[in-house]
């Protein structure tokens, strides 16, 4: 069974310190797919970044940055010079693949506060 | 614009009662979920539907039902069953691109919020 985990439940930043939330996983497959969602205070999660388990390269996005490590199985995300906006509750998820049963396991989330 | 749209956004039942949640999608998307959120729990699965006329179990289907009699539509019942229904419900859907659906990210409605007085 697949599994994520996501070990920091909530951190505390002040405006313009950089922070990196964890996300470790497990899976079987060897074709998967993770994803970084963020939930805003008003609920709806929004979509950030996607990674196919054969492509390790890291993704830049502004102020945001992955890094996916197979070796350890993590995915994790860093936001550099965090802003006010940033506050929110971030989820890593996983997704079986390839084929039309698969679907997300997510993980626990971390809540992100960011102290102006 | 597409989107989904989820109602009602705040929802009150008394026990005993039977409640449906509303999901609507107009992103022409094939499959559609359910997910429960409770505090801490991050978002449990509690039925999805990659086509019309079918559906199966998540993971925790226990005291819920759907239907999926349209693509753009895909509501679930909250039944008398569930013995703790309070929390915050989310839709999403997903489209279908080739024979890989998991590469696919799901796109989420803005939830309900549900309360057992």
């Known amino acids: 069974a697949q599994k994520v985990t996501q070990a920091q439940t909530e951190i505390s930043v002040v405006e313009k310190e950089d922070v990196t939330l964890d996300c470790v996983y497990e899976?079987?497959?060897?074709?998967?797919?993770l994803f970084w969602y963020k939930q805003p205070p008003s609920g709806e999660l929004v979509f950030l970044i996607r990674?196919?388990?054969?492509?390790?390269q890291n993704e830049i996005s502004g102020r945001y940055s992955w890094n996916f490590q197979k070796s350890t199985s993590s995915f994790n995300f860093t936001i550099t010079a965090s802003q006010v906006v940033d506050s929110a509750v971030y989820f890593c998820?996983?997704?079986?693949?390839?084929?039309?049963?698969?679907?997300?396991?997510f993980g626990k989330g971390i809540t992100l506060s960011v102290r102006p | 614009d597409g989107g989904i749209t989820q109602s009602p956004k705040y929802l009150f039942r008394k026990e005993g009662q039977n409640v449906t949640l509303s999901c609507e999608q107009n992103?022409?998307?094939?499959?559609m979920y359910w997910y429960r959120q409770d505090p801490g729990q991050g978002l449990r699965l509690i039925y999805y539907?990659?086509?019309?006329?079918?559906?199966q179990k998540g993971d925790i289907a226990e005291g819920y039902s759907v239907s999926r009699e349209k693509k753009e539509s895909f509501p679930l019942t909250v039944t008398s069953a569930q013995k703790n229904p309070t929390a915050f419900y989310l839709c999403?859907?997903?489209?279908?691109?080739?024979?890989?659906?998991?590469?696919?990210?799901?796109?989420f409605g803005p939830g309900t919020r549900l309360t057992v007085l």
């Open positions: 539907s990659q086509i019309v006329n079918d559906f």
């Open positions: 998820a996983l997704s079986e693949a390839p084929g039309a049963n698969s679907k997300l396991t």
């Open positions: 992103l022409n998307h094939d499959a």
């Open positions: 999403a859907s997903k489209r279908r691109q080739g024979l890989d659906w998991g590469y696919n990210e799901q796109f």
């Open positions: 990674r196919n388990s054969f492509d390790e």
């Open positions: 899976t079987r497959d060897t074709t998967y797919y």
